[in-house]
């Protein structure tokens, strides 16, 4: 799995919006929740970070306003606490924000 997550390169696409990131790999970590949820719990552990990592770092990469790390965990819990099923990993664990 967090090979896949690596592939996507999620912090490189900074053309897109967070719509186009959500709408790339909502299906795919539903299709994993589904599965590794039901049979294999414990492989899901790593997968809402390493995720939220990327999501970061594509945050800091598009707004050079947000280009150091407390800056961008605030708007990544602000864009939680405003929509907390944006992301599919968030239903499985919250961003750990500082």
Do not use: C, Q
């Amino acid at each position: 799995m967090s090979a896949t997550v690596r592939s996507w390169r999620l912090h490189l696409r900074v053309n897109s919006t967070e719509a186009d990131l959500a709408r790339m790999i909502n299906p795919v970590v539903r299709g994993w929740m589904a599965y590794y949820g039901a049979f294999y719990r414990h492989g899901l552990h790593p997968l809402p970070h390493r995720i939220s990592t990327y999501l970061l770092r594509w945050i800091m990469n598009k707004y050079k306003r947000l280009s150091n790390w407390k800056k961008a965990t605030r708007a990544m819990r602000d864009a939680v606490a405003r929509h907390p099923r944006y992301f599919a990993h968030w239903a499985l664990a919250k961003p750990a924000v500082r």
